[in-house]
């Protein structure tokens, strides 16, 4: 039990990432992030307000989960508990913006259902599920970083 304690006190560097929880969240976050980001960009963006915000939201967090996955790949945190108390904070404030992006996305979505382009529905369907995937493993990260922080 000792052992659990002391690695949850630790932040990972390296290739200690793809090993540690909540940190192998990193690469399905990119990853289903990506394809919100590649759906939305592949329909037909109207109305523009809210799918501008889906593709504010998807981008920002993609390129923002890179940057913060290779600070800790580079061990640039140096095992302080300010960076734990950000990444808590980072993966929470992504997780909320998932969440507002996904309802906005998909209240559109459901707004397309008797459009013409049939296509462009069907991607838009594949983007909303792909936005929840990507809310609830941001959250899953978030609460994971919280206990990690408090572990500190």
């Known amino acids: 039990m000792a052992s659990n304690t002391a690695t949850m006190s630790n932040l990972p560097r390296g290739a ?8 192998i969240l990193y690469l399905p976050e990119l990853v289903f992030g990506g ?9 037909l963006v109207d109305p523009a307000n809210p799918q501008g915000w889906v ?16 600070v800790f790949a580079c061990g640039g945190h140096h095992n302080r508990s300010s960076w734990a108390a950000a990444d808590f904070i980072y993966h ?37 599920v792909f936005s929840y995937m990507a809310t609830l493993l941001y959250f899953i990260h978030t609460i994971l970083s919280a206990i990690r922080w408090k572990s500190f």
Do not use: H, R
């Open 92 to 128: 929470g404030v992504a997780a909320f913006f998932y969440l507002s992006a996904s309802v906005a996305l998909a209240k559109v979505t459901l707004e397309k259902k008797d459009g013409t382009n049939f296509k462009n529905y069907q991607l838009d369907i594949s983007a909303v």
């Open 35 to 43: 394809l919100v980001w590649i759906l939305v960009a592949c329909t």
């Open 16 to 23: 200690g990432i793809c090993t540690t929880i909540p940190d």
């Open 55 to 70: 593709m504010f939201v998807s981008v920002f967090c993609f390129v923002m989960t890179f940057i913060w996955m290779l």
